[in-house]
């Protein structure tokens, strides 16, 4: 059979559409499949440059605090905090795609959210129309949550943007939180809650409201009213996601024309936990006492801040581009490097291969990898080739605290 009859073939053999039936229309569980489709696209895509935009951010957050201890002018000051501070938001950016694309676990640690709301109203303030007006309104007293900062910044972040765009012609977004306690009654009244201590988070507004017939939809991913290239329908489908991650729930008044109240419930932490926030803040200085260390890094600006970090907290460095290099100096310095930092993604050699080979030739060498990819992590403890993994971009502060545990206590350990 020739292969022009087996593709004729193949066509043959394919259904052919129900009468009456556009060709193109697709059907539910099509349109879910293509859905699945493009959020694994997503997932790729985020992947992919995940690594290299960390990488580009990881000098700057390590540069910021030296900048900060030898600049004197008040200008200056305020330009190196505006830097780091746009830094750590790109950082915050890539971590929520691929949170969102790949499903990843949520870091959750206790959290003041009048922190969040402060950082949400400045940024509010500053980009939104200057027809919208921003109101504030916090008490003094409100409980602390278990959460992960970086997606309750997300869930802030998305309600007002849903507000903004509610509001064209202008109006006013009314920001707040308040301590709340349900009873069993209370409880009952409302979807997803249950009886005991909660923060309430408001998002308000006075716009459009949403329209009855399209309110059944606005949790369903993908879907949006807005135009072609405004909006993609996934913005409270990823509150409404992480909110039941962190065992919430969420109410909603709405009336056409009036505007929109969404109101985030988030179970309070034990009380008794306020006082471990000032504890896990105080940054702890982690001096060496000149230990040799080898510092492997295909990009030389990281490896260069790195090794300028570590020599002025009392480290001696020697520095390598990739893990052929490294392994010419360790074969004539094993003895005398105590620790092995090392990126996990390295041309000619990666940093897993490296670190087989330092432990067949000195297995008392300790062994610190870091990745711009989350997931690497998860290979460092599964392999068990190293002592602690350091996820990119990563501050000056958990560098020295991790590579001070690791020396003199030497736990399996993550820092993200």
């Known amino acids: 059979m020739s292969a022009t009859a087996i593709c004729d073939e193949g066509r043959e053999a394919q259904p052919k559409p129900a009468p009456g039936?556009?060709?193109?229309?697709?059907?539910?569980?099509?349109?879910?499949?293509?859905?699945?489709?493009?959020?694994?696209?997503?997932?790729?895509?985020?992947?992919?440059?995940?690594?290299?935009?960390?990488?580009?951010?990881?000098?700057i957050i390590l540069a910021a605090p030296v900048l900060r201890?030898?600049?004197?002018?008040?200008?200056?000051?305020?330009?190196?905090?505006?830097l780091e501070k746009s830094a750590e938001r790109g950082v915050e950016l890539v971590r929520q795609i691929l949170s969102f694309a790949h499903g990843a676990a949520s870091v959750q640690q206790l959290v003041q959210i009048k922190h969040l709301l402060r950082e949400t109203l400045a940024m509010t303030k500053e980009t939104y129309p200057r027809n919208i007006a921003v109101e504030f309104s916090f008490p003094d007293d409100l409980w602390p949550i278990m959460a992960d900062p970086t997606q309750m910044h997300q869930v802030l972040l998305n309600l007002c943007v849903n507000a903004r765009d509610a509001m064209p012609e202008?109006?006013?977004?009314?920001?707040?939180?308040?301590?709340?306690?349900?009873?069993?009654?209370?409880?009952?009244?409302?979807?997803?809650?249950?009886?005991?201590?909660?923060?309430?988070?408001?998002?308000?507004?006075?716009?459009?409201?949403?329209?009855?017939?399209?309110?059944?939809?606005?949790?369903?991913?993908?879907?949006?009213?807005?135009?072609?290239?405004?909006?993609?329908g996934l913005g409270l489908s990823t509150v409404r996601s992480i909110v039941e991650n962190h065992h919430g729930f969420i109410s909603l008044n709405t009336q056409a024309g009036r505007g929109t109240t969404f109101r985030v419930f988030?179970?309070?932490?034990?009380?008794?936990?306020?006082?471990r926030i000032s504890d896990a803040v105080q940054a702890k200085r982690h001096l060496g006492r000149g230990e040799l260390i080898l510092i492997v890094d295909d990009e030389p600006h990281i490896r260069e801040m790195i090794a300028s970090m570590l020599s002025r907290n009392g480290y001696r460095v020697v520095t390598a581009g990739d893990g052929t290099e490294a392994v010419a100096i360790f074969a004539t310095r094993s003895t005398e490097i105590s620790l092995l930092i090392t990126d996990l993604i390295m041309p000619n050699l990666d940093g897993s291969a490296l670190a087989g080979i330092v432990q067949h030739l000195n297995p008392r060498t300790k062994i610190m990898a870091m990745s711009g990819l989350s997931s690497a992590g998860k290979n460092v403890r599964a392999e068990r080739f190293g002592n602690a993994f350091l996820y990119k971009p990563f501050?000056?502060?958990?560098?020295?605290?991790?590579v001070h545990e690791t020396l003199h206590e030497g736990p399996v350990a993550e820092v993200a």
Do not use: Y
């Open 21 to 59: 039936m556009d060709p193109g229309h697709k059907s539910p569980t099509e349109e879910k499949f293509l859905r699945a489709q493009r959020l694994e696209s997503i997932g790729m895509l985020a992947s992919g440059i995940a690594h290299d935009l960390n990488n580009v951010l990881s000098p």
């Open 69 to 82: 201890e030898h600049a004197t002018n008040a200008d200056d000051l305020r330009i190196i905090t505006s």
């Open 170 to 232: 202008g109006g006013t977004l009314s920001l707040g939180a308040e301590n709340c306690l349900l009873d069993e009654k209370g409880a009952a009244a409302m979807d997803g809650a249950r009886p005991g201590p909660w923060v309430v988070l408001k998002v308000e507004d006075t716009g459009s409201g949403i329209p009855p017939d399209v309110l059944s939809r606005i949790w369903e991913p993908f879907f949006t009213t807005k135009e072609a290239g405004k909006g993609t």
């Open 266 to 275: 988030l179970p309070a932490a034990d009380i008794s936990a306020k006082e």
């Open 395 to 402: 501050k000056v502060q958990a560098l020295l605290s991790m």
